[in-house]
């Protein structure tokens, strides 16, 4: 196969950093293949797309893209080079035709050849029939699908997709995929940087990213090969399986662990060398079970492990009480909730309780009505019939209260990106009513928690991922709240992120904070204790990971993953709905 990306001692450096973004890296991508870039938050792939994209001078070394200098040859890379960055980088103002119209300009692409792409792509994103649609106004995975069509106007020879699924549902995920593999068997060479590790699986090689340097340049197949015996499972476990992986994971046996349903999933410093079941609290009919590796153990184990299972925030957090009168068994409670926006209906008689020292989570769809529901269930949006509670403050009556007693981190990350970091945790702190000294050491002990203090000055649209996420969960925890509302919390950020981010969770539940999340992320699905699955509007389903799971076993599919779950449970409710029709 062609060597269609060939990078030489490839180095970038940004003044005033000491250590360069990329550094001394070399690598081939081929045609016809899709290659996944992963690594760390800071690792440098962002920076390195850039320059594949010829947006980014090298400051060292050598690369052709395609048989082009992306330095002296800037016009015509661009025009066999189609680039999707991280963020949307379409006009949400503009229609969907109107944003094609625009980047066929851009492409050059004109007269019939337009004509004809526009069929084709439209086509093949199933678009077609939302021309007339603003971009701002489609779900998440329409969005992404629309950016991937201005990508590929002018057939590029070689595709770059920056983070393309972060924000989108499985069913979205794997539809993207299919199209992205149907282009890399024409013979287009595809870059997919993705901070999925689950996603680098499917990709034909994989160039793993660390601190700028190349950490790993082969197949997936190889390098989860390389963890051959370490990866384990608890199973059976009896009493809190959080508490376990706690235990589990300040065994030295254990570099990394994670809940997987009713199991705790592990991955041992060598193979052999096994944790104390006993020490780990996972009762007499706990049992240690040989898994298959995943792409993600050895990832962390090339990182050096991860962040370790006692969280700092819990330990400085105090027990959450309930108020007189609460019912523990019903702290969060929808009753036929419902939300119509004119004669559309995206929240439809949904009803749920949550318990205190629970996490919940919602999932479903793009459109599907889990933000919606979401909303009105932190006071954020009125319900047009129903009824809404926390810690048994009406919402429909009482919003501002119910407010004052929980915490809230949006999808979308909802700070004030111009006021420093000092700055929004002082306003935060003041919104949540702490003034004086007490305001002071709250911020204080957030700052050390979290490590912010190099970061005081910066504002947040300046900081790497991971840090905007604790900046967001410190503002959202200022006035130590009973009841967290997350919404999509780690979207985009690395694997060794989201363990510190749900080691964090963990800890204040073991303390009675409820907390009630949406993701995409269906690993991420693993922790919670139940979860709704919405779907048009509905809750087609409700129970535990493991519960949900087993309604998608089959001959075919013996072991069902949460995603495999998920699309099996959308495809019932379609079906039961046209069998009804």
């Known amino acids: 196969m062609d060597g269609m990306i060939v990078a030489e001692d490839l180095e970038r450096r940004f003044p005033g950093l000491a250590e360069p973004a990329v550094a001394a890296l070399s690598t081939t991508l081929r045609a016809g293949e899709i290659t996944g870039l992963v690594g760390p938050d800071g690792a440098g792939k962002t920076t390195l797309m850039r320059m594949f994209a010829g947006l980014l001078r090298p400051s060292a070394g050598r690369l052709r893209v395609a048989g082009l200098d992306p330095i002296h040859q800037a016009a015509a890379l661009h025009q066999v080079v189609g680039y999707m960055p991280q963020k949307f980088g379409l006009y949400e103002d503009l229609t969907v035709l109107e944003n094609l119209v625009l980047y066929a300009d851009l492409r050059g692409v004109v007269g019939e050849a337009r004509r004809q792409s ?8 199933d678009l077609t029939r939302f021309t007339a649609r603003p971009a701002g106004k489609l779900s998440g995975g329409m969005k992404q699908k629309l950016g991937l069509a201005c990508a590929l106007l002018g057939r590029p020879k070689v595709l770059l997709l920056d983070e393309p699924s972060v924000g989108v549902d499985p069913i979205s995920r794997r539809e993207l995929w299919r199209m992205v593999n149907a282009l890399a068997d024409e ?30 340049d082969g197949t997936p197949a190889e390098l989860a090969r390389r963890m051959a015996g370490r990866s384990m499972q608890i199973r059976g476990i009896a009493g809190n399986r959080r508490r376990v992986l706690t235990r589990a994971l300040s065994d030295p046996a ?175 702190s003041g919104v949540y009513g702490l003034r004086g ?81 949406t993701t995409h992320f269906m690993d991420e699905a693993e922790y919670c204790d139940r979860i709704a699955l919405v779907y048009r509007g509905q809750m087609i389903a409700t129970g535990s990971p493991d519960d949900l799971k087993a309604r998608a076993v089959s001959s075919a599919l013996p072991d069902p993953t949460m995603e495999d779950a998920f699309i099996h449970l959308v495809a019932a409710s379609d079906a039961a709905r046209e069998a009804a029709s």
């Open 118 to 125: 526009f069929e084709q792509l439209l086509t093949f994103t």
């Open 187 to 216: 013979g287009m060479a595809v870059v997919w940087s993705t901070s999925y590790l689950d996603e680098a699986e499917l990709c034909h090689e994989v160039r793993l990213m660390n601190a700028g340097r190349m950490a790993y």
């Open 254 to 428: 254990v570099i990394d662990g994670v809940i997987q349903g009713r199991a705790v999933r592990l991955v041992l410093a060598e193979a052999g060398r096994l944790p104390d079941l006993a020490t780990c609290g996972a009762g007499p009919e706990a049992e240690l079970v040989e898994v298959a590796p995943r792409l993600e153990d050895a990832f962390i184990d090339i990182l050096g492990g991860g962040p370790g299972g006692e969280s700092v925030l819990a330990e400085v957090m105090p027990a959450s009480a309930l108020p007189a009168g609460v019912e523990a068994e019903a702290v969060i409670e929808a009753r036929a909730l419902t939300r119509a926006f004119g004669d559309f209906v995206a929240t439809d008689h949904v009803t749920f309780k949550v318990a205190r020292g629970e996490i919940f989570g919602l999932l479903g769809p793009n459109g599907a009505g889990k933000s919606t529901t979401f909303k009105m269930m932190c006071g954020l949006l009125t319900p047009s019939s129903g009824d809404a509670q926390v810690m048994g403050i009406d919402l429909k009556k009482s919003a501002s209260q119910a407010r004052q007693r929980l915490g809230y981190m949006a999808q979308k990350f909802s700070l004030y990106g111009k006021l420093s970091v000092a700055a929004n945790l002082r306003f935060f």
């Open 437 to 517: 000294a007490a305001q002071r050491a709250k911020i204080d002990e957030m700052v050390r928690v979290f490590a912010l203090g190099p970061y005081l000055d910066t504002v947040p649209n300046d900081l790497p991922l991971g840090f905007k996420q604790r900046l967001a969960l410190a503002c959202a925890l200022m006035h130590a709240p009973a009841i967290l509302f997350l919404d999509e919390p780690t979207s985009g950020v690395d694997p060794v992120t989201r363990r510190e981010f749900w080691t964090h969770i963990n800890g204040l539940v073991e303390k009675g904070v409820t907390v009630m999340v």
